[in-house]
């Protein structure tokens, strides 16, 4: 910020004497009751989509990774059905297994999650814009990416002299600046604003409030002024701004 004026589990079935169709066709039906599916039916193809989602979520929540059988349990499926969902999802790169064969997020994730950001900085401008002009203060909307909170869209006013120019793209830690507390603050559903000051910049204001509501974000909204901010004013403009983004973007 610169304060300048500007693989699944073989089977035994085929190996033994006599196991013919039938044998067979019980393995399939066995495979079926776990959790698999049978391929051209709309039902169980909207099924393994929405597992494969919430495999997707569960390895996300798990910062150590997850086992096969862990995944297996927490979905309520059988195993050789995890090890399907994470072949088709490895295959895409959604998915990976480290060294101790945890799964883990593939780059594939990231990859889609930066063609995803253009979309949200859209969603957000007409709010941030808003914002901007009825605070007189540089507004922006700030994700979180790697563990940081990154600027993903600034609007600055265009009626002030002098104004924070606030650089998209600038990372800074969490636990630093309103935008940060904002969104550490919305983990635990608080919504209010919180205000800081000269925690990123030396002479920078800030108020915040989070963008709660939108499944797998988390993000918050603010504006940075070169003078201190009348909290209650300034609050209830970013947390209106927060709601609308909400809106937009759900």
């Given at each position: 910020?610169?304060?300048?004026?500007?693989?699944?589990?073989?089977g035994?079935a085929?190996?033994?004497?006599?196991a013919?169709?039938?044998?067979?066709l019980?393995v399939?039906?066995?495979d079926?009751?776990a959790?698999?599916?049978?391929a051209?039916r709309?039902?169980?193809?909207?099924?393994?989509?929405?597992?494969?989602?919430r495999?997707?979520?569960?390895v996300?929540?798990?910062?150590?990774?997850?086992t096969?059988?862990e995944?297996?349990?927490?979905?309520?499926?059988g195993?050789?059905?995890v090890?399907r969902?994470?072949?088709?999802?490895t295959?895409?790169?959604?998915l990976?297994?480290?060294?101790?064969?945890?799964?883990?997020l593939?780059?594939?994730?990231?990859h889609?999650?930066?063609?995803?950001?253009?979309?949200l900085?859209?969603?957000a401008?007409?709010?941030?814009?808003?914002?901007?002009?009825q605070?007189?203060a540089?507004?922006?909307?700030?994700?979180?990416?790697?563990?940081?909170?990154?600027?993903?869209?600034?609007?600055?006013?265009?009626?002030?002299?002098?104004?924070?120019?606030?650089?998209?793209g600038?990372?800074?830690?969490?636990e630093?600046?309103?935008a940060?507390?904002?969104i550490?603050?919305?983990?635990?559903?608080?919504?209010?604003?919180v205000s800081t000051?000269?925690?990123?910049?030396?002479?920078?204001?800030?108020?915040?409030?989070?963008?709660?509501?939108v499944p797998?974000?988390?993000?918050?909204?603010?504006?940075v002024?070169?003078?201190?901010l009348?909290v209650?004013?300034?609050?209830?403009?970013?947390?209106a701004?927060?709601?609308?983004i909400?809106?937009?973007l759900?």
């Open positions: 910020m610169e304060t300048t004026a500007r693989s699944g589990e073989p035994d085929a190996a033994r004497p006599g013919g169709a039938t044998e067979r019980g399939g039906a066995t079926r009751a959790g698999g599916e049978a051209g709309p039902g169980e193809t909207a099924q393994t989509l929405d597992r494969g989602l495999l997707l979520h569960l996300a929540d798990a910062p150590a990774g997850l096969v059988t995944a297996a349990n927490r979905l309520g499926i195993r050789a059905a090890y969902l994470v072949g088709a999802l295959g895409h790169g959604m990976r297994r480290d060294g101790d064969g945890r799964l883990r593939g780059a594939g994730v990231l889609l999650a930066r063609r995803a950001q253009p979309l900085a859209e969603g401008l007409p709010a941030l814009r808003r914002l901007a002009e605070a007189g540089t507004a922006h909307l700030t994700v979180v990416e790697g563990g940081e909170g990154v600027a993903l869209a600034v609007v600055e006013p265009s009626w002030t002299s002098f104004h924070v120019a606030y650089r998209t600038a990372r800074h830690p969490l630093r600046g309103a940060g507390r904002a550490l603050a919305g983990r635990s559903g608080a919504a209010g604003p000051s000269g925690e990123l910049q030396s002479g920078a204001y800030g108020v915040a409030a989070p963008v709660l509501g797998g974000l988390e993000a918050s909204v603010g504006v002024a070169l003078a201190p009348d209650a004013t300034v609050g209830a403009q970013v947390e701004a927060a709601e609308a909400a809106a937009a759900s």
